[in-house]
């Protein structure tokens, strides 16, 4: 079935400790990004990706990196994880970069305790 | 500053309309959307506004006035699988999205 896969579904982390949660599309979707979704607040970019070899920082950036080596792969890495960094973390892609609708992935719960 | 605005949360009944409403201030306009999102899932998409007016789609419709930076979201005849999260995001002169807390629905028989 074609879509966007994230892993792990839920994790409970202990602080300072490093992390990398996965993302694969199998649409061949150029743009991809990772979203966190906390209560009350609204969906925030962490990092983007428009195309494969190219990424960009979005509104929450510090404490994660990401790569983009393929098209179909866009991990997020937590280098030392944070409690604030407890939060449902959602990866998206769209065909092209400002395109019209994103296809979102299930989400990752991640608690850093 | 950036801002998204619509209401925490709203009750309807099942089968009756209701109306969700979104204000927005944002650094240019490109493009207003509109996504559900059910407990405990991905956000899946709605509708795409970028021209004053109203766009139909089946029992959504979506309204946008860019002159009073103001959309709202039309549901009809509802359903209790209407219940959930409506988020509303603008995207930015950056061609970035913006993203308010969304709307909770809640469908009443």
């Known amino acids: 079935i074609a879509g966007i896969t994230q892993a792990p579904t839920s994790q409970i982390l202990a602080a300072g400790r490093r992390m990398t949660l996965r993302c694969t599309q199998d649409m061949r979707h150029n743009a991809m990004y990772w979203y966190r979704q906390d209560l009350g607040l609204g969906l925030r970019l962490i990092h983007y990706?428009?195309?494969?070899?190219?990424?960009g920082k979005g509104e929450v950036p510090d404490g994660y990196s990401v790569s983009r080596a393929n098209t179909d792969d866009f991990p997020l890495t937590l280098a030392s994880a944070v409690p604030s960094q407890t939060s449902v973390y959602f990866c998206a892609s769209s065909k092209q970069g400002g395109d019209t609708e994103a296809f979102f992935g299930q989400g990752t719960r991640l608690t850093v305790v | 500053g950036q801002n998204i605005d619509q209401p925490t949360e709203m009750t309807a009944t099942e089968g009756a309309i209701v109306q969700i409403n979104c204000t927005y201030q944002?650094?240019?306009?490109?493009?207003l959307f509109w996504y559900q999102q059910h407990a405990g899932e991905a956000p899946t998409f709605l509708s795409y506004?970028?021209l004053d007016g109203l766009e139909e789609k089946g029992r959504f419709s979506s309204f946008l006035s860019r002159s009073k930076g103001y959309s709202y979201l039309l549901l009809k005849e509802l359903q209790m699988k209407d219940s959930a999260s409506y988020l509303c995001?603008?995207?930015?002169?950056?061609?970035?999205?913006?993203w308010g807390a969304g709307t909770k629905l809640i469908i009443k028989p």
């Open positions: 944002t650094s240019g306009f490109n493009g």
């Open positions: 995001a603008v995207r930015d002169s950056n061609y970035q999205l913006i």
């Open positions: 506004n970028v």
């Open positions: 990706s428009n195309t494969a070899g190219t990424t």
